[in-house]
């Protein structure tokens, strides 16, 4: 069940959460997703840990981002999230775009671990040439919600995602009516603003604060007939800055990471969560 969390009183965040015994995991999504992205992960931890995943602002059902939206901003937000639910030393996930940001509240609050799904890295201009023209699928009107899912289908089988009723669940909650017909939840030029902050994102001096123990999972696939968003070099100086990094390289590429059950990803996550629970203790 989708709950509301009020920030302030224009400030609202969409949230599913889950009861556990072992701790908090909070998990943020990428760039154009939701909360409903971390699916698997969810079926993985959802039943030992308090596993909360929420809609960043401008997404789902979340309130509107700022108009100088940033990941900084977002940031702030989960800072205010952690903070006024009084969650004592949570574990944070970030996918893409929201390991950013959990790199960024990582930094700043006391928490006891750091999952970083292929996010984080340095960021450079072939990502622009990667990310940009795929938001044109968010400008679009679609015949209905049916129009949006088929030809997001489409995408999602160009980048060598299976479909299946989890995706197809996730694509959904994409989409509402609108007077000029369904739409993606979240604007375009939003999420090019969001994208043109990673770029103010400096891996060496953020990572240097980390003190918690931290998973990279580097997902090093191609993206259909394209190269993979972020590879190895991307995370050099996340890597050398970190103090405390375990590394892995999956074959799944940026998109099947979140989309597919991935057996490795997942034994690595529980032996690392170990060790995380030894901190938070």
Request: charged letters at 30%; a negative charge.
């Amino acid at each position: 069940m989708v709950k509301e969390f009020v920030l302030d009183i224009n400030k609202k965040l969409a949230f599913q959460e889950t009861q556990g015994s072992k701790g908090t995991i909070i998990a943020v999504h990428g760039l154009t997703g939701n909360h409903k992205t971390f699916y698997h992960y969810q079926k993985l931890l959802g039943n030992d840990y308090n596993f909360i995943s929420f809609d960043l602002r401008g997404r789902g059902n979340s309130s509107p981002a700022d108009e100088n939206t940033s990941i900084f901003k977002h940031a702030e937000d989960l800072k205010t999230f952690i903070n006024q639910k009084e969650i004592e030393k949570p574990i944070l996930m970030g996918y893409s775009m929201g390991a950013y940001i959990c790199a960024l509240v990582a930094s700043e609050l006391e928490v006891s671990g750091l999952i970083l799904l292929d996010g984080a890295g340095t960021t450079e201009e072939r990502q622009r040439e990667l990310i940009i023209p795929s938001l044109s699928r968010l400008r679009k009107a679609y015949c209905s919600a049916e129009d949006y899912v088929t030809q997001t289908r489409g995408i999602y089988s160009s980048l060598n995602v299976k479909w299946d009723e989890a995706v197809e669940e996730i694509t959904h909650y994409e989409v509402r009516e609108t007077p000029d017909g369904w739409k993606h939840k979240s604007e375009a030029s939003a999420m090019e603003k969001d994208f043109n902050s990673f770029y103010d994102f400096q891996p060496e001096p953020i990572f240097k604060k980390i003190i918690c123990p931290i998973l990279l999972v580097i997902a090093y696939g191609s993206l259909g007939k394209r190269d993979p968003l972020f590879t190895k070099e991307t995370y050099i100086e996340t890597i050398v800055s970190a103090k405390d990094i375990k590394t892995i390289e999956i074959p799944a590429n940026h998109y099947t990471l979140m989309f597919e059950k991935q057996e490795k990803v997942e034994e690595s996550m529980l032996e690392s969560l170990k060790k995380m629970r030894k901190v938070k203790a």
